[in-house]
């Protein structure tokens, strides 16, 4: 099964995906995370990446495109994939569509992460997370027990550089004039399911669990 998490930054992709690929035995796919080990380990695809990713804009597609197909060719998990955060561009969803049929393979579900622009401002500029094992807090809804410090391993939270409010608002424009055209796009293909990402984490993961389940 192949799982798109569609939806604008901050809407709890990331959050979803940890639960929803545990649940399902999909390999969680995020495109923003591998971005960012790219360039942590200084490849010429992160000092590519870098400085669009700073300004909240989008990464060419060509490189998007060619980094995720490589990783959805690799051996993962036995049920198929989740991505997350990719296709983010109607040119990355055609590029998609045709790989995959040269594979055999289709997408099945897109959920569409519906939250409006005030909430996922709140959110990403509340976000923290763990440097060591990604995990994902916000400083008001979803803290860690001790302050500042991850529950499972202790180490230090960080901050997105671009989660800074002026990135966030240039990231939250880039959603509207480049991604969004993709709810319209897989509609018209029969495979989008809206989901209300305004609620609790725990709604919101009830809700994509029932999509999920009529696979
Ligand atoms: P995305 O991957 O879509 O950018 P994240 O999963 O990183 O979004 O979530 C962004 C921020 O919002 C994080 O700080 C996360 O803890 C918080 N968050 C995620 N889902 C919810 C929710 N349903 N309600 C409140 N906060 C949430
Ligand atoms: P994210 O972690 O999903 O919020 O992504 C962080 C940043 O990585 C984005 O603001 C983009 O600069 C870049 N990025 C992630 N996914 C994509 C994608 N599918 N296409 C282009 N750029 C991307």
Redesign the pocket.
Known sequence: MIVVLL???????????VRISKTFGLQHL?S?DILRAERKEMTELGRKAQDYMDRGHLVPDDLILAMMMDRIGRPGAANGCLL??FPRTVAQAEGLDKRLSDRGAKIDIVVN?EVDDAEVTR??T???SCPTDGR???EM??PPGKAGMCDDCGTALTRRKDDEPSVVAQRVKTYHAETKPLVAYYQSRGLLRPVD?????D??TVSIEKICRTK
């Open positions: 939806g604008p930054p901050g809407a709890g992709k990331g959050t979803q995906a995020s923003g997350d955060g992460m959110r990403v509340g976000r923290w994902i807090y916000h809804f979803s990402a305004s609620g609790t984490v709604a919101v």
